[in-house]
C-alpha cells in the first residue's frame, strides 16, 4: 500500500507537471510553499533511512540473517518510489519558481500566516510530549515497560509534520485568496484530489484496522504508523475532513468565475465616458 501510493503521487505530480507545461501563465500562481512543503514530506523519510539505500557490501555477504536481508530489500523497494516522487516534486518546484513573473507580495502574504502557523503547531506538539513524558515519569515503571515506552520527541515532531503534509494545500488556498480576481487554474484537479486522497486514505485504514485487525498484528501499522502520523478516532475524523474542505475550497475557487477590476473593463468597452459639460 505504501508503494502504490507513492506512486500514485509520482503520477499526481506528472500531470501537474504537464499542466504547467501546457498553460505557462498558471506557474505565478502556484504556492512556491506548498511545493517546498511537500518536497519536504519526501525528503523526510529518505534522510531518515538514507543507510537502507547504501547497504554495505560486507552486511550483504557475512549477514546470517537471511530474513533481515529480506526486510532491507523492501525497504530498498519503499524508499525507490519516495526517491522518484522527491525528484518530480523538485522538478514542479522549479517549473513553478522559474516561471514566477507577478509580485511576491502574495507568496510573503502566505509565509506570513503559514510560518508562524507551522512554528506555534510544533511548540504545542513539544509541550504535549513533556506533558506526556512527566506523566509516564510517574506512573508505574513495570507497567510502562509492558505497554512501552513513550515516543521520543523528534518522533512526535514528525507526527506533528504529517499533519502538515495533510493540509498542504492551505499555501494554495491563501495564495488564491490573496490574489483574488486574479487567480488562475493553477493546480490541475488530479493533483489536489489525487494528492488529498493519498493523504486521506491511510486515516479511512486505520479506523477500519481498529475494529477488523487484532491489537497484536504490528504488521499492520505499516501503512498506519502511529509514531508517523498522528492517528487516532478524533484524528482520523478530524484531519480527511480538513483535506476534504482545503480541497473544497481550492475547487470554488477555481471554478468560481473571475472578475476583473473596474479600469481593466472600462478601457476594454473603449476608455473612460466623457464628462457632459452641463
Known amino acids: 500500500m505504501l508503494v502504490a501510493?507513492?506512486?500514485?503521487?509520482?503520477?499526481?505530480?506528472?500531470?501537474?507537471?504537464?499542466?504547467?507545461?501546457?498553460?505557462?501563465?498558471?506557474?505565478?500562481?502556484?504556492?512556491?510553499?506548498?511545493?517546498?512543503?511537500?518536497?519536504?514530506?519526501?525528503?523526510?523519510?529518505?534522510?531518515?533511512?538514507?543507510?537502507?539505500?547504501?547497504?554495505?557490501?560486507?552486511?550483504?555477504?557475512?549477514?546470517?540473517?537471511?530474513t533481515r536481508r529480506r526486510l532491507e530489500i523492501n525497504e530498498v523497494m519503499m524508499r525507490a518510489p519516495?526517491?522518484?516522487?522527491?525528484?518530480?516534486?523538485?522538478?514542479?518546484?522549479?517549473?513553478?519558481?522559474?516561471?514566477?513573473?507577478?509580485?511576491?507580495?502574495?507568496?510573503?502574504?502566505?509565509?506570513?500566516?503559514?510560518?508562524?502557523?507551522?512554528?506555534?503547531?510544533?511548540?504545542?506538539?513539544?509541550?504535549?510530549?513533556?506533558?506526556?513524558?512527566?506523566?509516564?515519569?510517574?506512573?508505574?515503571?513495570?507497567?510502562?515497560?509492558?505497554?512501552?515506552?513513550?515516543?521520543?520527541?523528534?518522533?512526535?515532531?514528525?507526527?506533528?509534520?504529517?499533519?502538515?503534509?495533510?493540509?498542504?494545500?492551505?499555501?494554495?488556498?491563501?495564495?488564491?485568496?490573496?490574489?483574488?480576481?486574479?487567480?488562475a487554474r493553477a493546480i490541475s484537479p488530479w493533483f489536489y484530489m489525487g494528492g488529498t486522497m493519498i493523504r486521506v486514505m491511510p486515516h479511512v485504514y486505520d479506523a477500519i484496522r481498529s475494529q477488523i485487525y487484532q491489537l497484536t498484528m504490528r504488521s499492520s501499522n505499516l501503512y498506519a504508523s502511529p509514531r508517523g502520523d498522528l492517528f487516532g478516532v478524533a484524528w482520523d475524523v478530524v484531519i480527511p475532513c480538513g483535506a476534504a474542505l482545503l480541497a473544497l475550497l481550492l475547487f470554488l475557487q477555481q471554478r468560481l468565475p473571475r472578475t476583473e477590476s473596474l479600469p481593466s473593463q472600462r478601457r476594454r468597452l473603449g476608455g473612460y465616458e466623457m464628462a457632459s459639460n452641463i
Request: with cysteine.
Open 5 to 66: 501510493s507513492t506512486t500514485l503521487s509520482c503520477v499526481f505530480t506528472i500531470l501537474q507537471i504537464l499542466h504547467t507545461k501546457r498553460n505557462p501563465k498558471v506557474a505565478p500562481a502556484t504556492s512556491v510553499t506548498m511545493l517546498a512543503v511537500l518536497s519536504m514530506g519526501y525528503l523526510a523519510p529518505l534522510v531518515l533511512n538514507s543507510e537502507v539505500l547504501f547497504v554495505s557490501r560486507r552486511s550483504q555477504y557475512y549477514d546470517s540473517y537471511p
Open 82 to 183: 519516495t526517491l522518484i516522487a522527491f525528484v518530480l516534486q523538485l522538478r514542479l518546484l522549479q517549473l513553478a519558481w522559474s516561471g514566477r513573473r507577478i509580485s511576491t507580495v502574495s507568496e510573503k502574504a502566505v509565509l506570513w500566516i503559514c510560518l508562524p502557523l507551522y512554528i506555534l503547531g510544533g511548540v504545542v506538539a513539544a509541550v504535549v510530549h513533556m506533558i506526556k513524558a512527566r506523566a509516564a515519569a510517574r506512573s508505574d515503571p513495570w507497567a510502562m515497560n509492558m505497554r512501552g515506552g513513550p515516543a521520543a520527541i523528534w518522533q512526535d515532531l514528525v507526527s506533528y509534520a504529517g499533519l502538515i503534509q495533510d493540509g498542504f494545500l492551505l499555501p494554495q488556498v491563501i495564495l488564491n485568496a490573496s490574489l483574488g480576481g486574479a487567480r
